[in-house]
């Protein structure tokens, strides 16, 4: 079974700096994706960034960017430029690459956000 | 709009009684998930349905039964025998293609044994 480990259970960073969370995971196969969901305190879950493992090129949505490196089973994900609305609780999360399954959690990481 | 919708947002349950948790999606998703999430625990997978007329346990389905008798809906009964079910739960749904992999997620209920 898959297992997705977030070893960081806290993490603050200031306004404007940047900050790396990080995730590691567990698997057998070789094709699956990789996801980082926030969640605000309204608790909704809302996806940040995804990757597909055959892709070697890192995702980025504008502020937002991985740290993909496979061999080493790692997906860290950095915000860039910290905003009060990053604040959240993170999910890293694997999905095996067939079928329609179910995504795999981690325990999270609550982001701080200090002024 | 598309999306998921779970009701009621907020459910008090007396012991021993069973509550059923409402998750409706109009995505034509073939797939839809329950989880539950508890403080420090990230989320846990409790059942899922891939398609209608069927569905398996995942880690944590002791105490709770669902059905999946339409597309749309996926309903989850938190049952009596369910020893400590005060807990938030997030409905989601999925597709396999369409350049979409990401699971879709309902706003929660929280649901609290009084």
């Known amino acids: 079974a898959q297992t997705v480990t977030q070893s960081q259970p806290e993490m603050s960073v200031q306004e404007a700096e940047t900050v790396t969370l990080s995730c590691t995971y567990d698997?057998?196969?070789?094709?699956?994706?990789l996801f980082w969901y926030k969640q605000p305190p309204s608790r909704q879950m809302i996806l940040v960034i995804r990757q597909e493992a055959y892709k070697q090129q890192n995702a980025t949505e504008n502020r937002f960017s991985v740290n993909f490196q496979k061999a080493a089973k790692s997906f860290s994900l950095k915000i860039s430029d910290s905003q009060l609305g990053d604040a959240a609780m993170y999910f890293c999360?694997?999905?095996?690459?067939?079928?329609?399954?179910?995504?795999?959690f981690g325990k999270g990481t609550r982001l701080s956000v200090i002024a | 709009d598309g999306g998921i919708t779970q009701s009621p947002k907020y459910l008090f349950r007396k012991e021993g009684q069973n509550v059923t948790l409402s998750c409706e999606q109009n995505?034509?998703?073939?797939?839809m998930y329950w989880y539950r999430q508890d403080p420090g625990q990230g989320l846990r997978l409790i059942y899922y349905s891939q398609i209608v007329n069927d569905f398996q346990k995942g880690d944590i389905a002791e105490g709770y039964s669902v059905s999946r008798e339409k597309k749309e809906s996926f309903p989850l009964t938190v049952t009596s025998a369910q020893k400590n079910p005060t807990a938030f739960y997030l409905c989601?749904?999925?597709?396999?293609?369409?350049?979409?992999?990401?699971?879709?997620f309902g706003q929660g209920t929280r649901l609290t044994v009084v």
């Open positions: 698997t057998s196969e070789s094709d699956y994706y």
């Open positions: 989601a749904s999925s597709t396999p293609g369409g350049g979409s992999i990401e699971a879709f």
């Open positions: 999360a694997y999905r095996r690459w067939a079928g329609n399954t179910p995504l795999v």
């Open positions: 995505l034509n998703h073939d797939a």
